[in-house]
């Protein structure tokens, strides 16, 4: 394998009294898509949250990109560090999280022209750009209640996007979605993938993970049960948890 | 309705005039205020045995003070637009302050709205005038008002701004940091904005309660609206006419500053509003 692109050591992370991260270790190499699945409460989510830092692990190192952080550190230091490492990771919520007082177009630029200071003209180009990849160019002026759930979506993968980052998260993208949209969602995943984005996606859609990962985490209580190739891990199982898993969601 | 109006048993009635609701509540306002009105008018008649007399008012004296009296309004206006600005600012300051995980910043927050809503506003106007002089603070009448009515207002409006701030979701600040943007960023360009949104109706009655209590500086002597009233009136044993001279212009300005709020709130609703596409 190359030399990682996000390197998870001993992670541990509990939430008053549950233990949700176990001590868990993974690397991802560049352009590898990367699919976690499991039962939800097996920390799939939390994994995902604490590559970025909107959990603060309570053990464990972070390195995304050359950018290494500790858990449990509260310096200056490394509050800016922990800034640089999420201007690198581009997120993708559940519920989107659009700002509703911002036009598409201004929820595109604002990170650009705030956290990475860009021209203002460099930031809208890359911005249309973005929405033309999300076939959404027409929308740039409207304000996000105005677009259905699967638009807003594709609008927050390119708000993510703009800012370039080097690997992108997805937690459970399609999760709120109508039936009927996460099509046009996935969509844009994928094309995502075929260009090489390195990405980590926490999903229930298994069709997507079949079609797409290179490589499928089961999670069970914290810890990785199984990982493989998704004809490995989809397909055959060797555990009885992803077995009986994967009977209920297929 | 017709249809309706048809089937009812209601055979030898003549037809009803039906008048819409908008326009029924006009008539009545209309008559309300008449007979507001006729209480102050002066007449006097009797309906058989019973005597009707309403307010005689010196019409005199209103003549000759209404100007003076009238005066105070600019100094009224003055009062209540400095506060509102230093009580906006401070309110926001110390909602800030407790929401913060910074223990001194948001226990000092704390101690200031408990103490200030704690006690009353005249009580705290009189403190700012006349207690601490003893200690070397002097402040002019206007000063002093400004600042008693800002300090309260400010604890007031603090509890409004904290609930506002935290009404907006916290999936609002996550996609703000996890684009890299600083707690500062995110509170400044993501947050206030839209708490602000969702606080005009509050914060607009506050500054139309403020605006009233700006009555109370007459109590330390500023010649603003009542004290000009109680200057003139006083001494005349004209309190009605004075104070009537007085109320009038308090509602005035009332009705003036709902004008404005209503105004405001549309503004604020319009990125809101499910604009039409294309």
Redesign the interface.
């Given at each position: 394998m190359a030399a990682p692109i996000v390197q998870v050591e001993h992670l541990y992370k509990r939430f008053g009294e549950l233990e949700v991260l176990k001590g868990v270790n993974l690397a991802v190499a560049p352009r590898e898509v990367l699919c976690l699945i499991g039962r939800s409460g097996s920390g799939k989510s939390t994994l995902l949250r604490c590559i970025?830092f909107?959990e603060e692990p309570d053990a464990g190192t972070i390195s995304v990109a050359g950018i290494t952080v500790p858990a449990g550190e509260r310096s200056g230091a490394h509050k800016r560090h922990l800034?640089?490492l999420?201007?690198r990771?581009?997120?993708v919520?559940q519920?989107f999280?659009?700002?509703?007082?911002k036009t598409v177009l201004e929820n595109l630029i604002?990170?650009p022209l705030?956290?990475?200071r860009q021209q203002r003209e460099s930031a809208v180009a890359l911005a249309e750009a973005l929405l033309a990849q999300v076939g959404l160019a027409?929308?740039r002026d409207?304000?996000p209640?105005?677009l259905s759930g699967g638009q807003q979506q594709r609008v927050a993968i390119a708000?993510?996007l703009a800012?370039q980052p080097q690997v992108m998260l997805f937690d459970e993208p399609t999760s709120a979605l109508d039936p009927e949209l996460t099509g046009e969602v996935l969509e844009v995943m994928k094309n995502l993938a075929r260009n090489g984005m390195t990405m980590l996606v926490v999903t229930h859609e298994m069709g997507f993970a079949r079609e797409v990962a290179d490589r499928v985490i089961f999670m069970d209580g914290g810890l990785f049960v199984e990982e493989g190739t998704p004809e490995q891990c989809l397909e055959n199982p060797r555990d009885e948890r992803t077995r009986r898993f994967l009977e209920r969601v297929l | 309705m017709a249809s309706r109006a048809s089937k009812l048993p209601t055979p030898s009635a003549p037809r009803r005039l039906r008048v819409p609701f908008r326009t029924a509540l006009l008539i009545w306002w209309c008559i309300w205020l008449a007979l507001l009105l006729f209480f102050f008018s002066g007449v006097q008649f009797s309906i058989g045995p019973i005597q009707i007399r309403t307010i005689v008012l010196n019409t005199n004296f209103i003549a000759e003070f209404w100007p003076f009296i009238s005066r105070g309004v600019l100094m009224t206006l003055q009062l209540a637009l400095v506060s509102i600005v230093c009580a906006s600012t401070l309110a926001l300051l110390a909602a800030l302050a407790r929401l913060s995980r910074v223990a001194p910043l948001n226990s000092l927050a704390g101690l200031y709205i408990s103490l200030m809503r704690g006690t009353p506003l005249f009580l705290q106007f009189l403190f700012i005038y006349a207690a601490l002089p003893r200690v070397g603070l002097i402040f002019d009448a206007f000063t002093s008002a400004a600042i008693a009515l800002s300090l309260n207002y400010g604890a007031y409006m603090s509890e409004i701004f904290r609930a506002g701030i935290q009404a907006v979701?916290r999936?609002?600040t996550?996609?703000?940091?996890?684009?890299?943007?600083?707690p500062w960023?995110t509170m400044r360009?993501?947050v206030l904005?839209?708490a602000f949104?969702i606080i005009t109706p509050d914060i607009g009655n506050q500054f139309i309660a403020m605006q009233k209590d700006t009555s109370l500086a007459s109590a330390i002597g500023l010649g603003e609206l009542m004290q000009l009233a109680r200057q003139a009136g006083n001494p005349r044993q004209a309190f009605f006419e004075a104070l009537i001279v007085a109320a009038l212009w308090y509602w005035l300005l009332t009705i003036v500053f709902s004008f404005g709020q209503s105004l405001l709130e549309k503004r604020m609703a319009r990125?809101?509003r499910?604009?039409e596409?294309?």
């Open positions: 970025n909107l800034r640089e999420r201007e990771v581009g997120m919520f519920q999280n659009l700002f509703p007082h604002e990170a705030v956290v990475k027409d929308k409207v304000y209640s105005t708000r993510a800012m | 979701g999936g609002q996550e996609a703000a940091y996890a684009l890299g943007m600083t960023q360009r993501i904005p839209q949104r990125s809101d499910h604009q596409q294309g």
